[in-house]
Nanobody
Framework: QVQPVESGGGLVQPGGSLRLSCIAS????????MGWYRQVPGKQRELVAA???????TYLDSVKGRFTISGDNAKSTVYLQMNSLIPEDTAVYYC????????WGQGTQVTVYS
């Protein structure tokens, strides 16, 4: 399996928005669900948002109401709309499956600065 490719990160001020995109090969997301993760130096990678095959979504408590995950199985693509960003959202964001994972991609850096 080819690793996912993330894009859309950048620098943004608090209160701003970003939309992340990720593409994976084949039917990987359709089988394993879609997940966005993030990691900051010195901490473990954490699952931020998940979209399951039955369209159920789950979110990390700290991003509920601000982030929205969506996906297109036909295009093997998953998105993360991030609104009302705060400095604590600063991290490298990765996508991968939820029920099963493949090698991690390079991620995309999100930096929220004052």
């Amino acid at each position: 399996q080819v690793q996912p490719v993330e894009s859309g990160g950048g620098l943004v001020q608090p209160g701003g928005s970003l939309r992340l995109s990720c593409i994976a090969s084949g039917r990987f997301f359709a089988i394993n669900g879609m997940g966005w993760y993030r990691q900051v130096p010195g901490k473990q990678r954490e699952l931020v948002a998940a979209l399951y095959s039955d369209r159920r979504t789950t979110y990390l408590d700290s991003v509920k109401g601000r982030f929205t995950i969506s996906g297109d199985n036909a295009k093997s693509t998953v998105y993360l709309q991030m609104n009302s960003l705060i400095p604590e959202d600063t991290a490298v964001y990765y996508c991968n499956g939820v029920l099963g994972r493949i090698a991690w991609g390079q991620g995309t850096q999100v930096t929220v600065y004052s």
